[in-house]
T-cell receptor, first 117, second 112 residues
């Protein structure tokens, strides 16, 4: 059963506008959340993370918001640039051992972002 | 610079053959993982290891095995390749369990 859900397979945004990528999770034990970016024919690369003790984390144009009560997080990219076009994966982990996955990251299915000029 | 490398980058094999995908990291991380990426499924965990001689099954481990004889390497073996195992395979490592992963560039495997 998918514990991390990205319900939008794709998103198209104009250059300069805000991109908002959403992610929901079901496991209340998750306490660390990450976003990865993936270009074709490359491995995923770490973008930004947030611990459950925070509700916001910023790094340049990227901001992640966490709403624990709603089990929801979002990634905001402002302003969006054509080079941001990629697949974005949301991931979550718990610092409590899981018999199925240990402490491994659980990933969503990804959202393909296209930023058009 | 430390890195994680996977080989081969591309592999074509026939059903029933045994195939081994290599993963080597120079981060000196104890934690290593194998994921597969498929359209509509995202990244799914195959096997993971938290140290030498430690191996564990992930959510899609059937038909795969791993061994960890040293810190640097975690080879993934497909015992008898099946067409359902056609996928892109990613190896990853992390310094601390449950935290940021560093991924390799992936192996595109086609089973015909």
């Amino acid at each position: 059963d998918q514990q991390v859900k990205q319900n939008s397979p794709s998103l198209s945004v104009q250059e300069g506008r805000i991109s908002i990528l959403n992610c929901d999770y079901t496991n209340s034990m998750f306490d660390y959340f990450l976003w990865y970016k993936k270009y074709p024919a490359e491995g995923p690369t770490f973008l930004i993370s947030i611990s459950s003790i925070k509700d916001k984390n910023e790094d340049g144009r990227f901001t992640v918001f966490l709403n624990k009560s709603a089990k929801h997080l979002s990634l905001h990219i402002v302003p969006s640039q054509p080079g941001d076009s990629a697949v974005y994966f949301c991931a979550a982990s718990a610092h409590v051992y899981n018999s199925n996955s240990g402490y491994a990251l659980n990933f969503g299915k990804g959202t393909s972002l296209l930023v058009t000029p | 610079d430390a890195e994680i490398t996977q080989s081969p980058r591309h592999k074509i094999t026939e059903t029933g053959r045994q195939v081994t995908l290599a993963c080597h990291q120079t981060w000196n991380h104890n934690n290593m993982f194998w994921y597969r990426q498929d359209l509509g499924h995202g990244l799914r965990l195959i096997h993971y290891s938290y140290g030498v001689h430690d191996t564990n099954k992930g959510e899609v481990s059937d038909g795969y095995s791993v061994s960890r004889s040293n810190t640097e390497d975690l080879p993934l073996t497909l015992e008898s390749a099946a067409s359902s195992q056609t996928s892109v395979y990613f190896c990853a490592s992390s310094e601390r369990a449950g935290e940021k992963l560093f991924f390799g560039s992936g192996t595109q495997l086609s089973v015909l």
